[in-house]
């Protein structure tokens, strides 16, 4: 239950957009800036410092190990493989931005 929370925590943290909570300004990600742009070194650049920010600013309970990207050539999606690290114990976390 605990490792779930994490993950509909960091799926929240990432698909809001960052600056769209009032009451809380650094909540989200810039991740919506990558829509529809190229995906090449520099989107991968990108989308590595916006998730690392967002999840250090946000989900105090994990860190960030690493960072693997996957692109669906039939849907031209994006998958980012998140590695974490959970008290002590290491976990891969799929995230796909719809």
């Known amino acids: 239950m605990y490792a779930i929370s994490i993950r509909e ?3 929240r943290i990432l698909k809001t957009k960052l600056g769209s909570r009032v009451m809380r300004p650094t909540f989200g990600s810039d991740l919506y800036k990558l829509r529809d742009r190229e995906f090449n070194n520099l989107y991968k650049t990108l989308a590595t410092k916006y998730i690392n920010e967002a999840i250090n600013i946000n989900e105090p309970r ?3 190990s690493g960072l693997d990207f996957k692109m669906d050539e039939n ?3 994006v998958a980012c493989f998140i590695h974490l690290e959970i008290d002590n114990n290491h976990e891969t976390l799929e995230f796909i931005d719809d």
Do not use: E, F, L
Request: proline residues 0%.
């Open 75 to 77: 849907t031209s999606k």
């Open 9 to 11: 925590s960091i799926n």
């Open 62 to 64: 994990v860190k960030v």
